[in-house]
């Protein structure tokens, strides 16, 4: 148990993985660490129960997760349908150009996020200014709400990204839309690009939005599910809220628990953001009291149940907005963690067990 007799703040790191959920408690500058093995079906019920075991009273808490990594490690994400402009509906199919495999002749995509027959068009169009050419069709949307809430609940979108072409220039029919969507389904999550990446660029703009999509509701689940658990905590100590709470995203830096439930695919590289600029942050520590002017030239190793994430720090945690989850691009107006390309470590080719591509990085299954 932490003594907590000196005054002081306690800061708490807790990341979960798919096998333990690990807490570095730092108070008054000294470093405590606790490991605990994770709840599947409820990650919440092992962080308060760490947290009694621990004695913490107050605490500032920081939580990186894999809730979104795993999502689409595993596929197990939420049943998304898309809306787009008229004559788009395709877009996630079409792509781009680029080939994984230059000279491989028979190539097949990895399944869309976005099943079969779960893509809707809806008469609108702005042009490359922003100005309206073809007005919302705000009939065709309310009919397109009775489709959706008519059908069988197995087949049922659990989530909807919309994505207008050149909405990053005019928002005003992504916003409308949504707008009477909440009206008719209000428990359907939404997801607009442009809230989610207001960007050029219409097939990384509209695959960025179908995976926050995708992602949104486990992640918004669980989040659900903490905040609860840690308010339920806190009233059970002293009655206020004694475990305020950010989530890392995939920048390394945090965000609160509302801009990270409704922004999830900011969330998809939390947890191994937190692996690279810990293990970073401490062999430079490490390294600079044996000598200051040593570069500090890393390659961070970061080993899960359920993914393997590797990178490479030449004296610096390199960062970029473009990443990939398989196929389909992520892009952030906020830079991601930059990781290595396994087939440039090693000069080979990728693995058959490794399933997808986060930023660059292998995430191979376990």
Same mark, same amino acid.
């Given at each position: 148990m932490i003594d907590h007799s000196a005054a002081g703040r306690v800061r708490i790191g807790i990341d979960v993985g798919g096998t333990f959920t690990d807490f570095v408690v730092e108070e008054n500058g000294e470093i405590h660490i606790y490991k605990v093995a994770t709840t599947p079906d409820d990650q919440s019920q092992a962080i308060v129960a760490a947290l009694?075991?621990? $004695?913490?009273?107050?605490?500032?808490?920081?939580? $990186?997760?894999?809730?979104?990594?795993?999502?689409?490690?595993?596929?197990?994400?939420?049943?998304?349908?898309?809306?787009? @402009?008229?004559?788009?509906g395709d877009l996630l199919t079409i792509g781009r150009q680029n080939r994984p495999s230059l000279y491989a002749l028979h190539q097949e995509r990895p399944p869309s996020l976005v099943a079969p027959g779960m893509q809707f068009e809806v008469a609108e169009r702005v042009d490359a200014q922003g100005a309206i050419v073809t007005p919302l069709d705000e009939l065709a949307i309310v009919a397109l709400a009775d489709v959706?809430?008519?059908?069988?609940?197995? !087949?049922?979108?659990?989530?909807?990204?919309i994505a207008f072409l050149f909405s990053f220039r005019n928002p005003a029919h992504e916003q409308r839309t949504a707008e009477i969507l909440?009206?008719?389904?209000? /428990?359907?999550?939404?997801?607009?690009?442009?809230? *989610?990446?207001?960007?050029?660029?219409?097939? !990384?703009?509209?695959? @960025?939005?179908? *995976?926050?999509?995708y992602v949104q509701p486990p992640v918004a689940r669980y989040l659900t599910r903490l905040?609860? &658990?840690?308010?339920?905590?806190?009233?059970?100590?002293? $009655?206020?809220? @004694?475990?305020? *709470?950010? *989530?890392?995203?995939?920048? $390394?830096?945090?965000?609160?628990?509302?801009q990270a439930q409704r922004e999830a695919a900011r969330l998809v590289l939390s947890g191994p953001a937190g692996g690279v600029v810990g293990a970073f942050t401490v062999a430079s520590a490490a390294m600079k009291l044996k000598d200051a002017s040593t570069p500090i030239n890393l390659l961070t190793f970061d080993m899960g149940g359920t993914s393997t994430d590797v990178a490479l720090c030449p004296n610096e945690v390199p960062t970029t907005a473009e990443g990939s989850i398989g196929d389909l691009p992520l892009r952030r107006n906020e830079q991601h963690l930059?990781?290595?390309?396994? &087939? !440039?470590?090693?000069?080979?080719? @990728?693995?058959?067990?490794?399933?997808?591509?986060? /930023?660059?990085?292998?995430?191979?299954?376990t």
């Amino acid at each position: 148990m932490i003594d907590h007799s000196a005054a002081g703040r306690v800061r708490i790191g807790i990341d979960v993985g798919g096998t333990f959920t690990d807490f570095v408690v730092e108070e008054n500058g000294e470093i405590h660490i606790y490991k605990v093995a994770t709840t599947p079906d409820d990650q919440s019920q092992a962080i308060v129960a760490a947290l009694r075991a621990l $004695g913490v009273s107050a605490a500032q808490i920081v939580h $990186g997760m894999t809730v979104a990594t795993n999502a689409l490690l595993e596929r197990k994400g939420a049943r998304t349908a898309l809306l787009t @402009t008229h004559g788009f509906g395709d877009l996630l199919t079409i792509g781009r150009q680029n080939r994984p495999s230059l000279y491989a002749l028979h190539q097949e995509r990895p399944p869309s996020l976005v099943a079969p027959g779960m893509q809707f068009e809806v008469a609108e169009r702005v042009d490359a200014q922003g100005a309206i050419v073809t007005p919302l069709d705000e009939l065709a949307i309310v009919a397109l709400a009775d489709v959706l809430q008519k059908m069988d609940a197995a !087949e049922r979108p659990e989530s909807l990204a919309i994505a207008f072409l050149f909405s990053f220039r005019n928002p005003a029919h992504e916003q409308r839309t949504a707008e009477i969507l909440r009206q008719r389904l209000p /428990d359907l999550p939404l997801s607009s690009s442009s809230e *989610i990446l207001p960007e050029y660029r219409e097939y !990384e703009r509209t695959a @960025t939005t179908v *995976i926050n999509a995708y992602v949104q509701p486990p992640v918004a689940r669980y989040l659900t599910r903490l905040d609860s &658990a840690l308010a339920e905590l806190s009233a059970s100590l002293d $009655g206020g809220n @004694t475990f305020p *709470i950010r *989530i890392m995203q995939s920048n $390394g830096g945090s965000i609160g628990l509302t801009q990270a439930q409704r922004e999830a695919a900011r969330l998809v590289l939390s947890g191994p953001a937190g692996g690279v600029v810990g293990a970073f942050t401490v062999a430079s520590a490490a390294m600079k009291l044996k000598d200051a002017s040593t570069p500090i030239n890393l390659l961070t190793f970061d080993m899960g149940g359920t993914s393997t994430d590797v990178a490479l720090c030449p004296n610096e945690v390199p960062t970029t907005a473009e990443g990939s989850i398989g196929d389909l691009p992520l892009r952030r107006n906020e830079q991601h963690l930059l990781r290595p390309d396994p &087939a !440039e470590l090693t000069g080979a080719r @990728t693995d058959h067990r490794c399933d997808l591509v986060l /930023d660059r990085a292998v995430a191979c299954r376990t």
